[in-house]
């Protein structure tokens, strides 16, 4: 009863809460927890300014009805006792219309913190992204803030800030306030003191924010004007904000003039609130005629609370389960739980968003603001069935996350056209609830408002003067039962049919392994090279990592390490082409050629080294080369462009099963959910129904990438997903499918591995995949980049092994290799970098690592020229292809970064934009780098028209 209670009362404003600090932590401040606490404390304590306002209205009223009834109550006690004075003051009570419960609105402020309070305390407490987070004399926000330590006692100083503030507080708020009231403000600021003075930092921190606000405010209703004050306060901070993002915050280029053009207008938007009252005020009284009065609001808005609770957190959750019962039946029985009490989540959840909360704040709301109230939810509830039924989007299959499996590029907004259409749509509901309700103001001039007076004739039957929009509102609430009755009994009827969902786990391992004939060769006796591309590797980490290991350092010896190294994009659809081309493939060479399509050029990217090594008579082998023919079919001669010969091997997946059960003692069937899916089926399927219940402009925005804005990390004690496993697998078993011969041939391997694309914690210290991680190592990263360290350190422990391997089969000596990346990675940190670094090294510094023949058990040693990974090629065909010239463009390859090279920000990321010759426009966005690329003085902004005429042949 207890967790229902939670659910319903404080959930909600929990959920409400983890969203607004996802927003403001991941998109407005960057990550800095700070900021982001002291504008969640602002909006919170903003939004709650009505409830606040309307508790101090009643306090007064409790005051001044106290203050008036002081001296007789005085007299009554002086001179009457026991049951004459009891019914004394009774009967005065009566006369004044004053009852002994309404004394507790002198303590509805107080408690209306209450379940803000434990809303606050649930979700900072336990919050992972404050693990570790320090912030000045703060080392670990999710822990006290022990800032000074006497004789072994830790002192917590962030608790009585707190308290201080809190007293001043109330000091100004209580001023000429009676004796008891004063009494109660400083006894409730010893009790947060006591409640909170162990509590983690961050909790601490956001409550003295709070305070720091109560201060402000207390101080506002003490002066005249003060919305006025409000006002320009408003503008000030909305200015620094607009500052802030414009001149201080670092944004993706790709995103620059996004997040600056937002920040503009809202500072404009909130400048411009006097304007906007004004024209409100002139449209809809002196032009449309709307006024917001209507005699039935209450029934209407308890109604309208209803659709929405029983549409949204009800019958959506019971239509996605109904889509496939037997795989939430089977999730739900994996977490000891059942289907229907899975489901019952949402809807609780739901009861507590759409109608305990609403029905709260409507009953505290003034008569005038109550019928808006109940326009605005009939509106929302009617345009949440709209936007389901009509406005659906179909965005094909769901995943079982809750994340639309959209193409690559494919947005949720479907196009400017598609937005107006469900813009006006929802308006024309809002003036259809409007005239439904009788809000139509009737005019004297006949041609006023002919619309809107006929629409109201039409809902307004004017001899009974009963509006449709109630029975209207009772139908779908008929509608929607009925339906979510329909989609329980499909449930239940498929369940019952269905097949157990009990996994044999003897069965399953009675199968046989996997075969895999497929080898990668290396000849004792000619020259091996090997190419391998781990996607996406952090160049940086790679020190951190054979700092970790030593025997990851010992199996790197004859290893250069380049530590300045520029990718040409953030991405691999154009970061990869250098990588294997060299410079004539990067986005602005590739641009100048008009008469080839992209996806050709890309093409032959991929074919330049094998088509090289195959007129010097090596044996080429390549491995899950990344966009073939951008994921077009292939040609049937495709690897004929390369000389033919070319043998294809598909290592990627075809590993996992035998690794699964080998080393896992199970089957990838049986394998642990990647993530904890009873905690993220709980918490998004609501989320999952509001974004199905919204307009197309917000879709993206609410859906997050399928994060719909949590802050919970639901793989944290989970496996890894099954792409980390599948490519962990394939590095895994390549000792097992490397076959070592006496050709005299040379043999040429690309081998292309994601493993270090696809973040997840593993088992430490050897980062493996375990069937349950109970150990990740020390965190000294911070946010996403420890899963992003687990699964580099996992790439080069397992290449170590190979290495190893080699070396134990004397091929070590005869093999050159190239390990390379097509580019860094965005949105996560190195412990020793600045803001500069992280921010925009770190997606663009690709790893480049080189062992040459014949470097046996030298040094690892490390060169800090600057670099490229199109410099990669130039390394795998030294002193093997004299003077090499690509096949395709029969151009000579060259080195082009003497003056430092533009590496390109703004493109997109997917095929399907690319359909043409060209990749880039005049404002195409670049940064021009050189030299160190670590130093900041050398990135500049440049746009491609900047420096186009000088490529030019």
């Given at each position: 009863?207890?967790?229902?209670?939670?659910?319903?009362?404080?959930?909600?404003?929990?959920?409400?809460?983890?969203c607004?600090?996802?927003?403001?932590?991941v998109?407005?401040?960057?990550?800095?927890?700070?900021l982001?606490?002291?504008?969640l404390?602002?909006?919170?304590?903003?939004a709650?300014?009505?409830l606040?306002?309307k508790?101090?209205?009643?306090?007064?009223?409790?005051?001044?009805a106290?203050?008036?009834?002081?001296?007789?109550?005085?007299?009554?006690?002086?001179?009457?006792?026991g049951?004459?004075?009891?019914?004394?003051?009774t009967?005065?009570?009566?006369?004044?219309?004053?009852?002994?419960?309404?004394?507790?609105r002198?303590?509805?402020?107080l408690?209306?913190?209450?379940?803000?309070?434990?809303?606050?305390y649930?979700?900072?407490?336990?919050?992972a992204?404050l693990?570790?987070?320090?912030?000045?004399?703060?080392?670990?926000?999710?822990?006290?803030?022990?800032a000074?330590?006497?004789?072994g006692?830790s002192?917590?100083?962030l608790p009585i800030?707190?308290?201080?503030?809190?007293?001043?507080?109330?000091?100004?708020?209580?001023?000429?306030?009676?004796?008891?009231?004063?009494?109660?403000l400083?006894?409730?600021?010893?009790?947060?003191?006591?409640?909170?003075?162990n509590?983690?930092?961050?909790?601490?921190?956001y409550?003295?924010?709070n305070?720091?606000y109560s201060?402000?405010k207390?101080?506002l209703?003490?002066?005249?004007?003060?919305?006025?004050?409000?006002?320009?306060?408003?503008?000030?901070?909305c200015?620094a904000?607009?500052?802030?993002?414009?001149f201080?915050?670092?944004?993706?280029?790709?995103?620059?003039?996004r997040?600056k053009?937002v920040?503009?207008?809202?500072?404009?938007?909130f400048?411009?609130?006097?304007?906007?009252?004004r024209?409100?005020?002139?449209?809809?009284?002196?032009?449309?005629?709307l006024?917001?009065?209507?005699r039935?609001?209450?029934?209407?808005?308890?109604?309208?609370?209803?659709?929405?609770?029983l549409?949204?957190?009800?019958f959506?959750?019971?239509?996605?389960?109904a889509?496939?019962?037997?795989?939430?039946?089977?999730?739900?029985?994996?977490?000891?739980?059942?289907?229907?009490s899975?489901?019952?989540?949402?809807?609780i959840?739901?009861?507590?968003l759409?109608?305990?909360?609403?029905?709260c704040l409507?009953?505290?709301?003034?008569?005038?603001?109550?019928?808006?109230?109940?326009?605005?939810?009939?509106?929302v509830?009617?345009?949440?069935?709209?936007?389901?039924f009509?406005f659906?989007g179909?965005?094909?299959?769901?995943?079982q996350?809750?994340?639309?499996?959209?193409p690559?590029?494919?947005?949720?907004?479907?196009?400017?056209f598609?937005?107006?259409?469900?813009?006006?749509a929802?308006?024309?509901?809002?003036?259809?609830?409007?005239?439904?309700?009788g809000?139509?103001?009737?005019?004297a001039?006949?041609?006023?408002?002919?619309?809107?007076?006929?629409?109201?004739?039409?809902c307004?039957?004017?001899?009974?003067?009963n509006?449709?929009?109630?029975?209207?509102?009772?139908?779908?609430v008929?509608?929607?039962c009925?339906?979510?009755?329909?989609?329980?009994a499909?449930?239940?009827?498929?369940?019952?049919?269905?097949?157990?969902?009990?996994?044999?786990?003897q069965t399953?391992?009675?199968?046989?392994?996997?075969?895999?004939?497929?080898?990668?060769?290396?000849?004792?006796t000619?020259?091996?090279v090997?190419?391998?591309?781990?996607?996406?590797a952090?160049?940086?980490?790679?020190?951190?990592?054979?700092k970790?290991?030593?025997?990851?350092a010992?199996a790197?010896?004859?290893f250069?390490?380049?530590?300045?190294t520029?990718?040409f994009?953030?991405?691999?659809?154009?970061?990869a082409?250098p990588?294997?081309?060299?410079?004539?493939?990067s986005?602005?060479?590739?641009?100048k050629?008009?008469?080839?399509?992209?996806?050709?050029?890309?093409?032959?990217?991929?074919?330049?080294?094998?088509?090289?090594?195959?007129?010097?008579?090596f044996?080429v082998?390549?491995?899950?080369?990344?966009?073939?023919?951008?994921?077009?079919?292939?040609?049937?001669?495709?690897y004929d462009?390369?000389?033919?010969?070319?043998a294809?091997?598909?290592?990627?997946?075809?590993?996992?099963?035998?690794?699964?059960?080998?080393?896992?003692?199970?089957?990838i069937e049986?394998?642990?959910?990647?993530i904890?899916?009873?905690g993220?089926l709980?918490r998004?399927?609501?989320?999952?129904?509001?974004?199905?219940?919204?307009?197309?402009?917000?879709?993206?925005?609410?859906?997050?990438?399928?994060k719909?804005?949590?802050?919970?990390d639901?793989?944290?004690?989970a496996?890894?997903?099954?792409s980390t496993?599948?490519?962990y697998a394939?590095?895994?078993?390549?000792?097992?499918?490397t076959?070592v011969?006496?050709?005299?041939?040379?043999?040429?391997?690309?081998?292309?591995?994601?493993?270090?694309h696809?973040?997840a914690y593993?088992?430490?210290p050897?980062?493996?995949?375990?069937?349950?991680?109970?150990?990740?190592?020390a965190?000294?990263?911070g946010?996403?980049?420890f899963?992003?360290?687990?699964v580099?350190?996992?790439?080069y422990?397992?290449?170590a092994?190979?290495?190893?391997?080699?070396?134990?089969?004397?091929?070590?000596?005869?093999?050159?290799i190239?390990?390379?990346?097509?580019?860094?990675?965005?949105g996560?940190?190195h412990p020793?970098?600045?803001?500069?670094?992280?921010?925009h090294v770190?997606?663009?510094?690709p790893?480049?690592?080189?062992k040459d023949?014949?470097?046996?058990?030298?040094?690892?040693?490390?060169d800090?020229?600057f670099?490229?990974?199109?410099?990669?090629?130039f390394?795998a065909?030294?002193?093997?292809?004299?003077?090499?010239?690509?096949?395709?463009?029969?151009?000579?390859?060259?080195?082009?970064?003497?003056?430092?090279v533009?590496?390109?920000?703004?493109?997109?990321?997917?095929?399907?934009?690319?359909r043409?010759?060209s990749?880039?426009?005049?404002?195409?966005r670049?940064?021009?780098?050189?030299?160190?690329?670590?130093?900041?003085?050398?990135?500049?902004?440049?746009r491609?028209r900047?420096f186009?005429?000088?490529?030019?042949?």
């Amino acid at each position: 009863m207890s967790d229902v209670l939670f659910t319903i009362v404080i959930y909600p404003i929990k959920l409400l809460m983890e969203c607004a600090y996802a927003v403001l932590y991941v998109s407005v401040f960057k990550e800095n927890t700070v900021l982001a606490l002291a504008l969640l404390s602002a909006a919170v304590n903003t939004a709650c300014l009505p409830l606040y306002i309307k508790a101090e209205k009643l306090q007064e009223i409790e005051r001044k009805a106290q203050k008036r009834m002081t001296g007789t109550l005085a007299r009554i006690r002086k001179y009457f006792t026991g049951d004459e004075r009891w019914m004394l003051i009774t009967a005065y009570y009566r006369q004044n219309h004053y009852r002994p419960i309404y004394a507790l609105r002198s303590s509805l402020s107080l408690l209306l913190q209450i379940p803000f309070f434990i809303a606050a305390y649930s979700f900072l407490s336990h919050l992972a992204a404050l693990q570790g987070e320090r912030v000045l004399f703060i080392s670990d926000l999710s822990r006290p803030d022990a800032a000074f330590s006497i004789n072994g006692f830790s002192l917590n100083i962030l608790p009585i800030i707190m308290t201080l503030i809190n007293v001043i507080a109330g000091m100004i708020y209580s001023k000429g306030f009676p004796l008891k009231e004063k009494i109660q403000l400083y006894a409730m600021s010893a009790i947060f003191l006591v409640l909170l003075y162990n509590s983690p930092a961050a909790l601490v921190l956001y409550w003295t924010m709070n305070n720091l606000y109560s201060l402000a405010k207390n101080i506002l209703f003490k002066i005249k004007n003060p919305l006025r004050v409000v006002y320009f306060a408003g503008c000030a901070l909305c200015f620094a904000f607009m500052i802030y993002i414009c001149f201080i915050r670092y944004n993706f280029p790709m995103r620059a003039f996004r997040n600056k053009t937002v920040s503009i207008l809202v500072f404009l938007s909130f400048a411009c609130i006097p304007i906007y009252i004004r024209l409100a005020k002139y449209l809809f009284r002196k032009r449309l005629g709307l006024v917001l009065e209507i005699r039935n609001a209450d029934r209407i808005f308890i109604l309208s609370c209803t659709v929405l609770w029983l549409f949204t957190a009800c019958f959506i959750p019971l239509n996605t389960a109904a889509s496939d019962p037997a795989y939430f039946a089977q999730t739900a029985e994996a977490f000891g739980t059942s289907l229907f009490s899975l489901l019952s989540a949402p809807g609780i959840q739901g009861f507590g968003l759409f109608f305990f909360w609403p029905l709260c704040l409507y009953f505290l709301a003034p008569r005038r603001v109550r019928s808006t109230l109940a326009i605005l939810s009939a509106t929302v509830s009617i345009c949440a069935l709209l936007n389901f039924f009509v406005f659906d989007g179909n965005y094909g299959i769901v995943s079982q996350t809750l994340s639309f499996r959209l193409p690559d590029g494919v947005y949720m907004h479907k196009g400017a056209f598609a937005q107006l259409i469900n813009i006006a749509a929802c308006f024309s509901v809002f003036v259809l609830m409007h005239a439904g309700a009788g809000g139509i103001k009737s005019s004297a001039d006949p041609q006023k408002h002919s619309i809107f007076r006929a629409v109201s004739r039409f809902c307004t039957d004017s001899k009974s003067n009963n509006k449709i929009l109630s029975p209207l509102l009772t139908l779908c609430v008929i509608s929607v039962c009925a339906l979510s009755v329909m989609k329980t009994a499909s449930i239940y009827e498929s369940l019952s049919s269905g097949p157990s969902l009990t996994v044999n786990k003897q069965t399953a391992q009675s199968n046989p392994l996997d075969s895999f004939s497929q080898k990668i060769t290396l000849s004792k006796t000619g020259k091996n090279v090997l190419f391998i591309m781990l996607d996406g590797a952090i160049n940086s980490y790679f020190p951190l990592i054979a700092k970790e290991r030593a025997d990851v350092a010992t199996a790197f010896q004859g290893f250069a390490y380049y530590p300045n190294t520029i990718s040409f994009f953030r991405r691999t659809l154009l970061g990869a082409p250098p990588l294997f081309g060299g410079y004539e493939y990067s986005t602005y060479n590739m641009n100048k050629r008009a008469d080839v399509s992209m996806r050709e050029k890309h093409n032959e990217a991929l074919l330049l080294m094998p088509a090289l090594f195959r007129e010097q008579g090596f044996d080429v082998t390549v491995s899950n080369l990344p966009y073939i023919n951008y994921y077009q079919p292939m040609e049937a001669d495709f690897y004929d462009k390369a000389g033919g010969g070319v043998a294809d091997i598909e290592i990627i997946g075809k590993l996992t099963d035998k690794f699964m059960r080998e080393r896992l003692n199970m089957g990838i069937e049986e394998y642990a959910e990647p993530i904890n899916m009873d905690g993220l089926l709980r918490r998004n399927l609501l989320l999952f129904a509001v974004v199905k219940t919204s307009i197309f402009s917000v879709r993206d925005f609410l859906y997050q990438n399928g994060k719909y804005w949590g802050m919970t990390d639901f793989t944290e004690n989970a496996g890894a997903p099954r792409s980390t496993l599948d490519n962990y697998a394939a590095l895994f078993y390549l000792p097992e499918i490397t076959a070592v011969t006496d050709s005299q041939n040379g043999a040429f391997t690309i081998l292309v591995n994601d493993l270090t694309h696809e973040p997840a914690y593993l088992q430490y210290p050897n980062y493996e995949p375990a069937e349950s991680v109970t150990e990740r190592g020390a965190n000294f990263f911070g946010n996403d980049s420890f899963k992003y360290y687990h699964v580099n350190a996992a790439g080069y422990i397992l290449l170590a092994k190979w290495f190893e391997f080699m070396r134990e089969n004397n091929v070590w000596n005869n093999t050159r290799i190239i390990i390379a990346s097509d580019h860094g990675d965005s949105g996560i940190t190195h412990p020793d970098f600045s803001s500069f670094q992280n921010n925009h090294v770190l997606p663009y510094s690709p790893i480049l690592l080189v062992k040459d023949f014949d470097a046996g058990e030298t040094p690892f040693q490390t060169d800090s020229a600057f670099m490229t990974n199109a410099d990669a090629p130039f390394f795998a065909l030294k002193d093997l292809v004299e003077n090499p010239v690509n096949p395709f463009t029969k151009k000579p390859l060259a080195a082009e970064k003497k003056n430092g090279v533009y590496i390109f920000t703004g493109g997109w990321t997917n095929t399907s934009y690319y359909r043409g010759a060209s990749c880039l426009d005049p404002d195409s966005r670049f940064y021009y780098v050189h030299d160190d690329i670590y130093d900041e003085k050398n990135w500049s902004e440049a746009r491609y028209r900047d420096f186009a005429a000088a490529l030019q042949d």
